[in-house]
């Protein structure tokens, strides 16, 4: 029976304890008022997300920009001309549950839909092999991936070739399995019984990785 671990807090805390994988997660603090006003003038967006949940549920979008405070909860888009009316609205709309905030990533886009990956590892007797890297395109009008949000699975290699077509794609996905052993090895170590893993990743502009979350439940 393969451990599970469903707090996001936990999983991410763990990866962040080495510098290796660290440099690809996107700063993440808890969620109150004075940590997301902090992280939206830094960042300008930021997702509120809750600590344990899956599938895309109660991932909020939050910016702010020219003096206005947004946040979009599923396809509804709000605005505010202050903070403190954005942050009540947003306590109200949230699930009533535990979140944190991660800082904003602009996903690549095809035909602007973000598109970020999933890549799936089993503990087998011969050790940890890959089951999958596929690419999630979000449902149009939609900030989350999620295929039961009504994302689009596309195979890993056309997902890169539509949204980063200056970037080499198969050097992109040697270096998300690469990522994915060095912290699939670092959540066994701190997790022991882990046995199947889940890396939904995803990539800027710039290409770079960023580590958005790790599933010990993988669908």
Known sequence: MSRQLA???RKT???MKYPVAAVHIPQTKAFNSGNLLQMLSR???VYVKPIVGGGGYGVIRVSASGGAYRYTHMKTTRSFASFSQ???SLVRVKARR???IQQGIHLATIQGRPVDYRVKVVKTQRGWVF????GRLARP???VTN???GGTMLSGRRALGLSLPHISGRHKRREMRSLTLTCTYIMESQFPGVGQLGFDYGLDYSGKIWILEVNTRPQ
């Open 13 to 15: 805390a763990a990866l």
């Open 86 to 88: 954005m942050y009540r």
């Open 98 to 100: 535990k979140y944190l």
């Open 131 to 134: 089951r999958s890297l596929v």
């Open 141 to 143: 009008g939609l900030c």
């Open 7 to 9: 707090s996001k807090w």
């Open 43 to 45: 960042y300008g967006m």
């Open 147 to 149: 295929l039961s949000k």
